[in-house]
């Protein structure tokens, strides 16, 4: 998924969280090899000469503050002695623009790519296999699965992981606390049980104890894995729907109990866009959404009467009994295959994903969710109370299918329509997620 729909937590100034050329002209002259996967076993990223060459790396507008980009380029520079060319790039046409660059010879060394889009980029070609330097590259830590696993294209490491975004559910503790619920839950039968106290306190038609929009897919998908279905599976050179399955039945019929209960029946054809349901919630007219760190700005932008204080977060408890895999979001770095300076841009992406790096600028200076457990579990004690949540939600992470034309499904609105159609109860789970199983077949 595109890291451009989660806002860094610096953006919105939760000070809690913040406590904390062309392409190289000739490949450098390192003993490491630095062609793509060739599966003879570990391999770490060697030390490589620069001087006078210049490593391209493309990021994407609003993923990186120019302080650590500026701060990895230092260190780069003091590692190899060549220098880089920062080219940021906006997100309206992206993918036709990488496409384009990664099947060129003129192409960027290292670009910032959206999670869900580097299965597509590595179908093509377009990127370096970096399974043998993967030990090396984690550096002693455990990535997030949302993070890694779209970027793994059959068993192969095709991008490192960056940073995430998470969804979690953020609340109003006024409206809670008006209706007797004094603390987060932490198990589903306690999120019920406090929202159906939500629900009893607030008898308005168009309040919502919490608004689940039908088409929310993203949010919807969270019931399916928290059942112990996927999305979608490969079986040899082919995908398969994973929504017809017993278990995956039953986390459809889990989403629709909780939403026909819990959001209004309006809701249930909509998308969380019309209306906005951040206005939604800064209007009063919900207590809670599953939503993304961007949402703590805006409802405390469109209503000024909310306050920090007034808000908190929880990752979603699964009826499984533990949290719900929440979708992730985020960004991934990719090395052009046909880069000639695939050495130096090893040791680059080495450095921007490194604990350090994580740790003081990823998660200290830029406040997105850093890419491994560790690097979270670091965060603990400096976390606000609102972004707690998310934290907490993203280490129990998934994301959508490592498959070249995933991308389709979501452009089309197939399953944003199946969720809403179940919602709505315009198809039973087992119709709609026939169809959608069909679709994905034929796409993927």
Request: glycine share 10%; hydrophobic share 40%.
């Amino acid at each position: 998924m595109s890291p451009r729909r989660f806002t860094t937590t610096a953006a919105f100034g939760l000070t809690a969280a913040l406590a904390l050329s062309a392409c190289a002209s000739s490949s450098s002259d390192s003993d490491t090899d630095s062609g793509s996967g060739s599966g003879s076993g570990p391999k770490t990223v060697a030390a490589a000469k620069g001087e006078g060459k210049t490593l391209t790396v493309w990021t994407m507008n609003g993923d990186y503050t120019e302080a650590t980009i500026d701060a990895i380029n230092a260190e780069f520079t003091k590692q190899t002695g060549a220098q880089v060319d920062v080219q940021i790039q906006e997100w309206d046409g992206i993918t036709t623009k990488i496409s384009t660059a990664l099947s060129t010879d003129n192409t960027p060394d290292v670009l910032d790519l959206g999670n869900t889009q580097v299965a597509s980029f590595a179908a093509n070609g377009g990127l370096v296999d970096v399974t043998d330097y993967k030990a090396d590259l984690a550096q002693g830590r455990t990535w997030l699965a949302g993070l890694e696993e779209p970027a793994t294209v059959e068993g192969k490491l095709y991008a490192v992981p960056g940073f995430a975004g998470a969804r979690a559910v953020m609340y109003n503790k006024k409206i809670w606390a008006e209706a007797g619920v004094t603390k987060a839950p932490t198990t589903y039968d306690e999120l019920t049980q406090s929202l159906d106290k939500i629900k009893a306190a607030n008898k308005a038609a168009d309040f919502s104890p919490l608004y689940l929009p039908g088409q929310q897919w993203a949010a919807g998908m969270q019931w399916v894995w928290d059942a112990g279905a996927e999305l979608a599976t490969q079986e040899g050179d082919s995908w398969k729907g994973g929504l017809s399955s017993p278990e995956a039945i039953k986390g459809l019929n889990d989403f629709k109990t909780f939403q026909n209960t819990y959001s209004t029946k309006a809701s249930q054809g909509l998308d969380t866009d019309k209306p906005d349901w951040n206005q939604v919630f800064a209007d009063g007219k919900t207590s809670a959404i599953i939503t993304t760190t961007g949402s703590l700005a805006k409802v405390m932008e469109l209503n000024p009467e909310i306050k920090e204080e007034d808000l908190g977060t929880f990752p979603i408890p699964g009826i499984s009994g533990e949290t719900q895999p929440a979708m992730l979001g985020g960004s991934d770095w990719g090395i052009a295959a046909k880069s000639d300076a695939v050495d130096l841009a090893l040791v680059w992406t080495k450095i921007a994903v490194s604990p350090e790096f994580q740790d003081k600028y990823v998660y200290g200076n830029d406040g997105w969710i850093p890419n491994s457990t560790e690097a979270i579990e670091a965060a603990q004690p400096t976390l606000s109370e609102q972004l707690k949540g998310f934290y907490d939600a993203a280490l129990n992470s998934k994301a959508t299918p490592a498959a070249a034309q995933w991308a389709t499904i979501e452009g089309d609105k197939s399953i944003n329509e199946m969720f809403s159609s179940i919602a709505s109860g315009s198809k039973t789970p087992e119709e709609a997620a026939k169809e959608l199983d069909a679709h994905i077949a034929d796409t993927l």
